[in-house]
């Protein structure tokens, strides 16, 4: 590695230990909601995409597909997700979220939402947008599509050269932006 190469991930792990606790990313349960950041990870997940598989959300956030199967298993204990034989094949589980469930998305949106903002503090809205802007860059240099061209407005896309097609190899590690 070259260094200024060196140089530029020293700085991006100094970002990350800056960033992830101002979104309260490191908070035991997040925003007090009694989830980890994952399992909110997945539930929001699962609440944008209604009758999706587990293999499609550890697909979309990179995870282990055993240790999202605990995950599961611990939001469907909490009456928060469903799960259900897909009509398309019913040897595949469709996840939807309950009552309860779509309450704790629509809070957790809403919450994070105000992290966010609180963060932000005095920026102006040009400073905003700029932010976002190169949030979205950032997101596609990571995964690989060097401008981030067709992610919708959450960054998900389908098939992003260099992505895990299974989400094999990442586990608890993962952090992401405020929900």
């Known amino acids: 590695m070259s260094v200024e190469r ?4 020293e700085e991006i792990r100094r ?78 589980k469709a996840l939807g979220l309950t009552a309860a469930g779509r309450v704790d998305v629509e809070d957790l949106a809403r919450q994070g939402a105000q992290v966010v903002e609180s963060a932000l503090g005095e920026a102006t809205d040009a400073e905003c947008i700029e932010v976002a802007r190169c949030m979205r860059r950032i997101m596609g240099v990571i995964d690989g599509d060097g401008n981030h061209a067709g992610a919708d407005a959450r960054g998900h896309f389908a098939d992003v050269p260099g992505r895990p097609a299974d989400g094999a190899g990442v586990d608890d590690a993962r952090t992401g932006a405020a929900r």
């Open 6 to 9: 060196d140089a530029a991930i």
């Open 15 to 92: 970002f990350n230990r800056h960033y992830v606790p101002r979104m309260r990313l490191l908070e035991q349960r997040y925003l007090g909601t009694g989830l980890s950041v994952i399992e909110t990870d997945v539930l929001i997940e699962i609440g944008e995409h209604e009758g999706c598989s587990a293999r499609d959300v550890a697909q979309e956030l990179c995870l282990d597909k055993g240790y999202l199967s605990r995950i599961i298993a611990r939001l469907v204990g909490r009456g928060l997700v469903t799960r259900a034989a897909s009509p398309a094949d019913g040897r595949v």
